[in-house]
């Protein structure tokens, strides 16, 4: 998804002048055999959603990352379902964890709380405002005593795991602020 992306924000950007655009006819050519790939390969019809690899049945977080960078429309048909897997899925109250998949690292990982803040974001931009002010709600209350957040949270402890602080999750909570806000107008 995000390499149709590069290559779409590149030929818009190339069309503007803005960077040469000799190879414009090409990225427009592989950005439409990319989306083909990803929407034939990489969506799995008995999970109803995109998933985190071609040809497998595993979600990932991340694919709410199509929604945010604009790999469609936020509100079709496809990236919906595919947000609403992700958290029926891949959630546990607010908390959004990135896989559950063999990553072949030994151990288990908490939520990574930029994936929650995604999901905020993703909510918003699909036009669930509600369900998204509410999550919104749920993560402001898991910042510590000065408003900060670390990489990961333990789900049945509430623990801090991972950097604190983590300024991807500090990017995810002002990007889905936004939305959010933006989405309220």
């Known amino acids: ?10 030929t818009a950007m190339a069309e503007r002048g803005w960077i040469p655009g000799a190879h414009a ?10 989306r ?8 799995s019809e008995k999970l109803g959603s995109y998933v985190r690899a071609a040809g497998a049945e595993e979600l990932d977080a991340s694919l709410l990352l199509g929604v945010l960078m604009g790999y469609g429309d936020p509100r079709e048909a496809r990236l919906r379902a595919t947000t609403q897997r992700v958290a029926a899925r891949l959630g546990r109250g607010p908390l959004i964890h990135r896989y ?20 905020v974001d993703a909510l918003a931009r699909q036009g669930q405002v509600d369900e998204a002010h509410a999550l919104m709600d749920d993560l402001v209350k898991l910042a510590n005593d000065v408003g ?7 789900p049945e402890s509430g623990a801090f795991l991972g950097n604190v602080p983590q300024g991807l999750v500090h990017l995810a909570f002002v990007n889905a602020a936004v939305s959010l806000e933006d989405a309220r107008q």
């Open 100 to 119: 559950h998949g063999d990553d072949g690292l030994s151990g288990t990982e908490g939520a990574f709380l930029a994936c929650s803040f995604w999901l």
């Open 148 to 154: 900060i957040y670390a990489e990961e949270l333990e």
């Open 36 to 43: 083909e790939f990803v929407d034939r390969r990489c969506w």
């Open 1 to 10: 998804m995000m390499c149709c992306v590069a290559l779409d924000r590149a």
């Open 25 to 34: 006819d090409r990225w427009r050519r592989e950005a439409a055999a990319i």
